[in-house]
């Protein structure tokens, strides 16, 4: 079963409006949310996270915010450039038992494009 | 960030070989590293966790006697898939982490394309 779902497979916004991707978890035991964007044939770059006692994070033209009644989180790009066009990750960490890093549990991606 | 490199991008095989895909931290030191795989159209899967010198966790469905896991330095962790079978053809991308804990100081590395044939 998808523990972090991301129910949009593309998403297509033009240039210089507001991108809105949209995450999903069941997992009540996350407590740290990433967003990664992706290119083809190339490993996931770190965009932004958010902790679980957080609502929101905002790091330049990106901001994640989180829902923990709804269990739901969404990064937002604004203004959106065509540089964005990538796949974005949601991906989520519960906590360890044995300190350190933790593998993460990912979403299947959304394809965002950007029009110019 | 830092940087995660990975050898080979890309690998052919044949049924039955066996296949070794290296990860290199290059200016940090991984006291963790991760495997996962991509299959095409779905989301990365978490495979193993190794800590350089400990024997590899791996993730509930992965076989561990078929995804041979060595992290014996905190810059080098290798992924052996034996007898790799054409189900094995996958993405498969490490990330490193260092000491500073936290989720989000997981680099990744630019993933090895297999195909076996």
């Known amino acids: 079963d998808q523990q972090v779902k991301q129910n949009s497979p593309s998403l297509s916004v033009q240039e210089g409006r507001i991108s809105i991707l949209n995450c999903d978890y069941t997992n009540s035991m996350f407590d740290y949310f990433l967003w990664y964007k992706k290119y083809p044939a190339e490993g996931p770059t770190f965009l932004i996270s958010i902790s679980s006692i957080k609502d929101k994070n905002e790091d330049g033209r990106f901001t994640v915010f989180l829902n923990k009644s709804a269990k739901h989180l969404s990064l937002h790009i604004v203004p959106s450039q065509p540089g964005d066009s990538a796949v974005y990750f949601c991906?989520?960490?519960?906590?360890?038992?044995?300190?350190?890093?933790?593998?993460?549990?990912f979403g299947k991606g959304t394809h965002l494009i950007i029009q110019p | 960030g830092a940087v995660v490199s990975q050898h080979p991008s890309w690998v052919i095989c044949k049924s039955g070989t066996s296949v070794k895909i290296e990860c290199r931290s290059l200016?940090?030191?991984?006291?963790?590293m991760f495997w996962y795989r991509q299959f095409p159209k779905q989301s990365l899967m978490l495979m193993a966790t190794s800590n350089e010198g400990s024997k590899a966790t791996y993730e509930q469905g992965v076989e561990k006697d078929k995804f041979l896991i060595n992290h014996a330095s905190l810059t080098l962790s290798t992924l052996t898939v034996t007898s790799a079978h054409p189900e094995d053809s996958s993405f498969y991308i490490c990330s490193g982490s260092g000491r500073a804990r936290g989720p989000d100081t997981q680099y990744f590395g630019p993933g090895t394309r297999l195909t076996v044939l």
């Open positions: 991906a989520a960490s519960a906590p360890g038992s044995g300190g350190g890093a933790d593998g993460l549990t």
């Open positions: 200016d940090f030191q991984a006291t963790t």
